[in-house]
């Protein structure tokens, strides 16, 4: 089964950067999608970035321009470059997998899940 596991959170000022990383312990299918999603307190989780095993990706409009997601193949680590980060960006994250090209954003879409990481942002 596979297993992520989703680090790099922490608290940053307004304008900041971090970046997140999701390891996976291994990929048993060879087209994959992994998505960034985030959860604030009381709102819903909310898929922000997504790749493909094949490269191609995906961002919501709230980050479009700030967000950077890439994957390191050998390392079956995808990263999150969080740049220019903002007050709303505060939230847990968490890293998702699905064994499929086609990049869903919907949260019950995907089967694995990393615990989340924590990222504040302060004004």
């Known amino acids: 089964e596979v297993q992520l596991q989703a680090s790099g959170g922490g608290l940053v000022q307004l304008g900041g950067s971090l970046r997140l990383s999701c390891v996976a312990s291994e990929f048993p299918f060879d087209d994959w999608t992994i998505g960034w999603f985030r959860q604030a307190p009381g709102k819903e989780r909310e898929g922000v970035s997504f790749v493909t095993s094949d490269d191609f990706t995906e961002y ?29 960006d505060t939230a847990v994250y968490y890293c998702a997998a699905r064994s499929s090209l086609t990049i869903a954003t919907a949260p019950h879409k995907y089967g694995y899940w ?8 302060s004004s």
């Open 60 to 88: 919501s409009d709230s980050v479009q321009g700030r967000f950077t997601i890439s994957s390191d193949h050998a390392k079956n680590t995808v990263y999150l470059q969080m740049n220019n980060l903002r007050p709303a």
């Open 114 to 121: 990393g615990q989340g990481t924590l990222v504040t942002v």
